[in-house]
């Protein structure tokens, strides 16, 4: 499966990537904190979707592997939505791993809801294109 591949490489890398020495002395960090992979990280329990919520709620970004198969998965489609109950959109990096932009980036990324005024000034939420930026 190319995403589950895509993502144990990005997780390697950004764990070993080192902050330059500018960047590092403003942060008092040598690197980042810790990377978080679902797959590599949970152990086995009977109530995973509140180990995942917990999850979600102590990160500050969730990267997303797009492809194919990420949008058949429940449990890929819940991480997004329920990040996106305590996070905003730009705090989601879609990484594409397979497929295009028609395929596998998940609806909820490729449209926003915004305030508009119908035909009778009455304020709706419509659904706009927004199109995901990604890797």
């Excluded at 080192?18 to 992979?37: D, E, M, N, S």
Aim: aromatic share 8%.
């Amino acid at each position: 499966m190319p995403d589950r591949l895509v993502a144990e490489r990005l997780q390697k890398k950004l764990e070993d990537y080192k902050f330059p020495k500018t960047l590092a002395g403003k942060t008092g960090q040598r690197g980042l904190r810790r990377v978080f992979r679902d797959e590599s990280e949970f152990t086995v329990s009977d109530d995973l979707s509140e180990a995942i919520t917990e999850a979600l709620g102590n990160s500050e970004y969730l990267i997303v592997i797009c492809s194919p198969s990420y949008l058949t998965s429940p449990w890929c489609m819940k991480e997004v939505e329920t990040f996106l109950k305590i996070r905003d959109r730009k705090h989601i990096l879609p990484v594409l791993a397979d497929g295009d932009e028609r395929n596998a980036f998940p609806e909820i990324l490729c449209y926003e809801e915004v305030l508009s005024k119908d035909e009778n000034g009455e304020e709706v939420a419509v659904k706009q294109f927004k199109e995901p930026l990604a890797d």
